[in-house]
């Protein structure tokens, strides 16, 4: 008998993930103010808290206010072929993503309805305790997010794409995948481990049963005895 394809929960956050924020973020932040205060780059976020990176401190997330900002931000290259073929493979994807400011949530349902159109309305999830999700997977970039999801769900395997703001806490993910610089080859190996986690959870499956298939017969052995 043909053993069905197991069907995951995938959890996905959006900025950073599936979108690109940080180059329209950082190059409106550049054209502005680069040429007094220099350029800052995504290779100059060597932390999570970007405020501490710049002389606007909180002022730059201003940015993100302006109007459909987060509508209008490219997809990263690789979400179409990967996401969409575990899409495909039947696996229910869910966006978990974090909205500073209420204006944000309706831009981001635009963007994940024009460029994740096999993601249901339903499941797109606006918060910040992300981790009160029960999923199979976990992709998100920010370390915080990886370390509450893997403390509350051991079991859950949790991956992230590298930049230089989470790669030295690269310990939180089971993988963080090289890299910003290269998204279609991040997603590929996000991909690929989901293909082998999959496989580990129906190898670990099959051994169960198997042990279950052994003891019955032992059983039945010394009941005919």
Not at 5 to 31: E, F, H
Not at 95 to 104: F, G, S, Y
Request: proline share 4%.
């Amino acid at each position: 008998m043909e053993r069905k394809m197991r069907k995951l929960v995938i959890g996905v956050d959006l900025d950073s993930t599936c979108a690109d924020l940080l180059n329209p973020w950082l190059g409106q932040y550049n054209k502005d103010h680069a040429e007094k205060h220099g350029p800052l780059m995504i290779e100059d976020l060597k932390g999570w808290y970007i405020e501490k990176t710049t002389h606007l401190k909180e002022k730059i997330f201003d940015y993100l206010l302006a109007p459909k900002f987060f509508a209008e931000l490219p997809l990263y290259p690789g979400v179409d072929t990967y996401l969409g073929a575990l899409a495909k493979d039947g696996h229910r994807i869910v966006v978990t993503t974090a909205c500073q400011d209420l204006r944000h949530a309706q831009d981001k349902l635009d963007w994940v309805k024009k460029h994740l159109p096999y993601v249901d309305r339903k499941d797109v999830f606006f918060g910040h305790n992300k981790d009160i999700l029960g999923l199979d997977v976990f992709i998100d970039d920010a370390p915080h997010q990886a370390e509450i999801y893997k403390k509350r769900h051991p079991k859950a395997l949790v991956l992230g794409i590298e930049f230089p703001y989470n790669e030295n806490r690269r310990e939180l993910w089971d993988c963080l995948a090289k890299s910003y610089t290269d998204t279609n080859n991040a997603w590929h190996d996000m991909y690929v481990a989901i293909q082998n986690h999959i496989a580990n959870l129906d190898a670990r499956d099959a051994a169960y049963q198997m042990s279950l298939d052994m003891e019955k017969e032992l059983f039945a052995g010394k009941e005919e005895y």
